[in-house]
């Protein structure tokens, strides 16, 4: 496996079809917040208290990631293959979320199936 290679959290994210997922979430949330300030003091809180927790695993973990290394990596070689077949299984991850969608509604109209393809 090339040292260049995104580890597979990264590629998972950086697909077209979940980055723009992601994007769509978070906007909607980014929203419902700005418009409710009941829910963004309950968010504000929660987020807050996710940093702190995250903050302690990473700092308790690291020692035995350390000693873990060469497993990760082996682990790591076979997500990245598995992420292949399935890159080349399902081109839809090749696509953002909206193309996706109205791709479906309209093969659900008129009731034909829809192949999609990664745009060139």
Known sequence: ???A?????NRVANLPFVSSAYDMVST???????????????????EKGMKSMAAAVVSGAQPIL???????STANEYAC???DKLEEKLPILQEP????????L???CT????????SD
């Open 81 to 83: 293959r598995g992420l």
């Open 28 to 46: 909607a949330y980014t929203s419902t917040k700005e418009s409710h300030p009941y829910v963004k003091s309950v968010c504000d809180m929660a």
């Open 1 to 3: 496996l090339p040292s």
């Open 97 to 104: 979320t909206d193309k996706v969608t109205t791709s479906l």
């Open 111 to 118: 009731g034909k199936g829809t192949k999609l393809t990664p």
């Open 5 to 9: 290679a995104p580890p597979p959290p």
């Open 66 to 72: 350390s000693k873990l290394e060469p497993q990760i």
């Open 106 to 108: 309209g093969s659900l």
